[in-house]
């Protein structure tokens, strides 16, 4: 049977997967985005599920007013004694930090930071004792992975840090997971920076402290030959033995929007691939070494099929899993109904890196339909296709003086943005259509059963190659308030759509 990958799609991007009994679970980075690193279950590594976050309070995450692209970087779950935790970096504040939980389904600890740099931290036990690695600078000047013993339940350090292995010359050394299968230690990390040259290496070694040998055939998975192909950016996993005895790898990519358009605007996702041993006790990943968007596996491994078509509604939407905010959103300003949304605009814009209203999904597909009713109630509310304070475009509804709804398309690329013709309607709501493919949105007043077109914007210029940074786009349903007294404005009939 064939799977597709990505198998998580849309920015979920640096998984780290761990198993606890015959379950499997996935985290994954999240920047400046409130709740932090969703926490995905599987029973069959293809099909993943959200159950919930690992960073759900305010004390856990230090967000206000943190960079784009900062905040919560690459984390890393591992269980130990039926305990999960998951590591992490505020790369803001360039601290490093863990959580943990007794119950995969509730919330999780306080964080315990732990006094040793570089980012990319992990985690791992053996003899009652806990390893500490991240990446960081060797006695040279150059990269390395280094690692340090901690006490697990104070996160001090009980040995200094030391250097472990610094790659195969790469750029950007990062994502190091230390295991260990049989009589070796077994690194793997990755290198090439998180675009088109990314690729994932690793060594090994029969004493935890090195010298760590490096696998004759590195990289181990990379898609940087594979030039025009849709999927590439393999890199930064992270491996697990089934409960069948099958292994796997979980590795971020991205999917380019065309052949020769080598932009990505939907961050990077998470893909799987299977891993297998060779007789001298190396391992290979994926096919020939790459990372392909179809995987045939053997009959003896079974899963459930995809489900890559959907409709999102209000209705569906689950208020807990699927909506996420930027930096430390005021929840008083946020009133979900089953059926509706509404919001309390403040004078934030989406053009600042602060926390405006706005409820975001992430867009997870190149092809959606988008319909949405906005009553903005006197204040400006909308839908926006958002990346970054500098990048985002929006559907604007205002309330004209005569009470009439106006609309327009605004776009914001770098620093020119640009107000389409306004088009009034009659009323106090405004209904919005969007149709996105992998290059274009298209955006669409739906009035008296007709489309009246409103106006095209480009996907490449919300791409990461355009914006820079480590995420992908969301869609936003936002509100901006410039006047004192609180207004709602209401969002209904959400339905976003992807037929495959
Ligand atoms: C992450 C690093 C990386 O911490 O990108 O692709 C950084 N790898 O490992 C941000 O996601």
Redesign the pocket.
């Known amino acids: 049977m064939k799977y597709q990958n990505p198998v998580i799609r849309g920015m979920y991007?640096?998984p780290s997967m761990c198993r606890y009994k015959d379950k499997y679970y996935m985290v994954c980075?999240t920047?400046q985005y409130f709740p932090g690193v969703p926490v995905f279950e599987s029973t069959d590594m293809i099909n993943w599920k959200q159950i919930g976050h690992c960073l759900t309070r305010p004390s856990q995450i230090a967000l206000h007013k943190v960079n784009s692209?900062g905040g919560v970087?690459?984390p890393t779950i591992r269980c130990h004694e039926g305990r999960f935790y998951m590591v992490t970096?505020n790369?803001t504040y360039h601290e490093n930090f863990y959580v943990y939980t007794d119950d995969i389904y509730g919330e999780w600890s306080e964080p315990i930071t732990v006094e040793q740099d570089g980012?990319?931290p992990s985690l791992f036990f053996e003899d009652g004792k806990t390893y500490f690695i991240s990446n960081g600078t060797g006695a040279n000047g150059l990269g390395c992975i280094q690692m340090c013993e901690i006490d697990i339940e104070t996160g001090k350090k009980l040995t200094p840090s030391r250097e472990l292995w610094q790659g195969t010359g790469g750029r950007?050394l990062?994502?190091p997971h230390l295991y260990r299968f049989g009589e070796y230690y077994y690194l793997v990390e990755?290198e090439g920076?998180?675009e088109y040259g990314?690729m994932v290496n690793y060594a090994r070694s029969k004493s935890i402290w090195g010298p760590y040998d490096p696998y004759p055939g590195n990289p181990v998975l990379t898609n940087r030959n594979l030039g025009g192909y849709l999927l590439q950016a393999a890199?930064?996993g992270d491996i697990v033995e089934d409960a069948n005895g099958n292994w796997w790898f979980c590795h971020?990519a991205f999917r380019q929007i065309d052949k020769w358009l080598t932009f990505h605007h939907l961050g990077?996702e998470t893909c799987i691939e299977p891993l297998q041993w060779q007789d001298d006790g190396w391992f290979t990943i994926g096919v020939n070494a790459t990372a392909p968007l179809e995987v045939e596996l053997p009959d003896s491994i079974s899963f459930a099929p995809q489900q890559l078509s959907y409709e999102k509604t209000f209705e569906t939407l689950s208020q807990k899993l699927d909506w996420i905010y930027l930096r430390t959103p005021e929840k008083e300003n946020y009133r979900f109904e089953p059926d509706s949304l509404s919001l309390a605009g403040t004078a934030v814009t989406l053009d600042e890196a602060d926390s405006p209203t706005c409820a975001f999904v992430r867009q997870t597909e190149f092809d959606l339909t988008l319909d949405c009713t906005v009553q903005p109630n006197g204040q400006e509310a909308g839908i926006t296709f958002y990346i970054d304070e500098l990048h985002h475009y929006e559907i604007v509804t205002q309330t004209a003086p005569d009470g009439k709804t106006c609309l327009f398309v605004r776009q914001t690329i770098g620093c020119v943005s640009h107000d389409f013709e306004k088009v009034t309607v009659a009323g106090d709501t405004a209904s919005i259509h969007v149709v996105a493919d992998a290059i274009q949105y298209h955006f669409y007043l739906s009035a008296d059963g007709r489309q009246i077109h409103l106006g095209d914007a480009y996907t490449r210029y919300l791409s990461s190659e355009v914006a820079g940074g480590?995420t992908g786009v969301m869609i936003g349903l936002y509100a901006v308030n410039t006047a004192s007294e609180k207004i709602w404005s209401r969002f209904s009939g959400l339905k976003i759509s992807h037929q495959e």
């Open positions: 991007p640096d980075s920047f692209s970087f690459a970096t790369d980012i990319d950007f990062e994502s990755a920076g998180t990314h890199g930064h971020l990077r480590f």
